[in-house]
Nanobody
Framework: QVQLVESGGGLVQPGGSLKLSCAAS????????MGWLRQAPGKDREFVAA????????KYADSVKGRFTISRDNTKNTVNLQMNSLKPEDTAVYYC?????????????????WGQGTQVTVSS
């Protein structure tokens, strides 16, 4: 099992940048694909980005492609999400999650472990 703790959320103006971090504890962090998913008030949880076990592959939702970058460091058991050119519609609680499917998935129910979430608010 793995425990996940997100950090780095906060209030940022439209067009600004924010970096989220996820610290993992437990065994075999490198056995998991890692993802970021978000949930806005009154909306379903939606996929944002994912990265494979060895960081060889990434996947992004169309809504964030070109603006967000996911990365991981298996020596530090961390995964990050660099968010640039933020928009008000990016406002949500962002969750770090881990899964062990063969390839990257954007299906929330396939993720096995979740962090507590961190709030990101984009507003002027």
């Amino acid at each position: 099992q793995v425990q996940l703790v997100e950090s780095g959320g906060g209030l940022v103006q439209p067009g600004g940048s924010l970096k989220l971090s996820c610290a993992a504890s437990g065994r075999s962090f490198s056995n998991y694909n890692m993802g970021w998913l978000r949930q806005a008030p009154g909306k379903d949880r939606e996929f944002v980005a994912a990265i494979s076990r060895n960081a060889g592959s990434t996947k992004y939702a169309d809504s964030v492609k070109g603006r967000f970058t996911i990365s991981r460091d298996n020596t530090k058991n961390t995964v990050n999400l660099q968010m640039n050119s933020l928009k008000p519609e990016d406002t949500a609680v962002y969750y770090c999650a881990a899964e062990r499917t063969t390839f990257l998935t954007n299906v929330a129910r396939l993720y096995d472990y979740w962090g507590q979430g961190t709030q990101v608010t984009v507003s002027s």
